[in-house]
């Protein structure tokens, strides 16, 4: 590992695609080329944004990297946060932490509560402290965007997880619509039209 990558606290995009294979080794499932669809969505999307598209590219390739653990719920976002600031990825570490939460409120986790207490609190308390920005919200938007076979559309994927679930809080709905409708305005332009959908 290189000195520069982790001074800005990012892998190379090269070291990026061999931490999600050695992950993908571990836990197979759609989960890793969902994390593919999401990294490729985040660079358009990023580019048209004027933002950072290797930094996107990265960080969404990146954001289920907890997912190597096991199939798992909240864990797989507790996972991956300890697991890349254990390799001094801070930047990664955010987004494993940030990318299910556009409502930042550890309580809108849709899905099990499949971690200590202890662990709950400590996640809980990192979640309120970070101070969210534009690949936060680019990644959190991406994650609606990137289905394992493609790019989807967000309210058929919201739909979908709400039929698994049973349950998706309209809050969390109208966030995704809020973000969609937030880099349409920052790119001026349609967002299924930047990732070819």
Not at 5 to 28: D, I, Q, V, Y
Request: glycine letters at 8%; proline letters at 2%.
């Amino acid at each position: 590992m290189n000195t520069k990558s982790l001074k800005n606290g990012l892998p190379s995009r090269k070291k990026a695609e061999e931490l999600l294979e050695e992950a993908e080794s571990c836990n197979k499932g759609p989960w890793a080329n969902h994390s593919r669809n999401v990294a490729l969505c985040a660079e358009k999307i990023a580019i048209a944004c004027g933002m950072d598209g290797n930094k996107a590219y990265i960080l969404g390739l990146l954001h289920d990297l907890g997912r190597k653990f096991g199939a798992r719920h909240l864990a797989h976002v507790y996972d991956g946060y300890k697991y890349m600031l254990g390799l001094g990825f801070t930047q990664v570490a955010k987004i494993c932490l940030t990318h299910c939460f556009g409502i930042q409120d550890i309580k809108t986790y849709i899905g099990k509560f499949d971690i200590l207490e202890s662990e709950q609190l400590e996640l809980e308390i990192a979640l309120n402290s970070v101070k969210y920005d534009d690949y936060d919200r680019l990644i959190q938007i991406c994650d609606a965007l990137g289905g394992a076979e493609g790019i989807v559309d967000i309210e058929a994927r919201m739909q979908d997880v709400k039929n698994r679930y049973s349950n998706y809080p309209q809050e969390k709905w109208d966030k995704n619509i809020e973000l969609k409708k937030y880099f349409e305005k920052l790119a001026n332009k349609d967002i299924y039209e930047i990732v070819n959908k």
